[in-house]
């Protein structure tokens, strides 16, 4: 069966700790996309990424295909990085179109 | 910078009704797709959709399911006799091209269905 796993599950830190979230899974996939939900719901596309590291502002994003696993960090944690971070995959065997499967998400709480 | 759009936000509606849930995907986008999430669970994939026709539906997505793009803009889905399980967060997404490779998908704010 085709799963993603992330860990952990909750995560509370202080402001300015550097945060590291995990994402694994079971075959090969296509993509790997880490999202952001907000308390209200609403869910914002972080990176996309099919190999290699990408880095916006604080965020950088890691991913190791053979290893089947992926993270997630945030150097200079604040406040507003409050939120849910999902980790989402394209697997190979999903068929034609790019239907995601998803983690259940990392509850992350930064304390001031 | 261009969004997603859905409507309405909220929705409540009486078990057994049909209802329907409207998207507005980026308007140069070809790939559009549609998930739920159970509250305080992990985001579902329901369908996606190209060239006027689905291209990929999970298990959830049955016949009481159903997807239309009418007018080139906007993108529904319509659950036709709803159950209180429908009661759930449904986002809509878009994307410049099918690959998922080179090109993310952008999610809507989401439409909460509650089923009374």
């Known amino acids: 069966k085709n799963e993603v796993e992330q860990s952990p599950q909750n995560l509370t830190a202080q402001e300015g700790e550097f945060i590291t979230i995990n994402c694994s899974y079971s075959?090969?996939?296509?993509?790997l996309h880490w999202l952001q939900q907000h308390p209200g719901g609403g869910i914002v596309s972080l990176f996309m990424?099919?190999?290699g590291k990408k880095k916006h502002g604080r965020l950088i994003a890691t991913i190791n295909i053979q290893e089947k696993h992926s993270s997630l960090h945030i150097t200079a944690s604040h406040p507003r990085d409050s939120a849910v971070y999902i980790c989402?995959?394209?697997?190979?065997?999903?068929?034609?179109?790019?239907?995601?499967?998803f983690g259940k998400g990392t509850h992350l709480i930064i304390q001031p | 910078e261009p969004e997603v759009t859905q409507t309405p936000s909220h929705q409540v509606t009486q078990m057994g009704q049909e209802v329907i849930l409207r998207c507005v995907p980026i308007s140069n986008h070809l790939y559009f797709y549609w998930y739920r999430q159970i509250l305080g669970q992990k985001v579902e994939f329901l369908v996606s959709f190209y060239n006027n026709e689905i291209s990929e539906k999970s298990e959830i997505f049955d016949d009481q399911f159903s997807v239309e793009r009418p007018d080139g803009s906007n993108f529904t889905l319509k659950i036709r006799s709803t159950k209180l399980e429908d009661s759930a967060m449904y986002f809509c997404a878009s994307s410049l091209s099918g690959t998922g490779v080179n090109q993310p998908q952008h999610f809507g704010d989401g439409t909460r269905l509650s089923i009374l």
């Open positions: 075959v090969g996939i296509s993509a």
């Open positions: 989402a995959v394209r697997f190979y065997s999903g068929g034609g179109a790019d239907g995601l499967t």
């Open positions: 990424l099919s190999s």
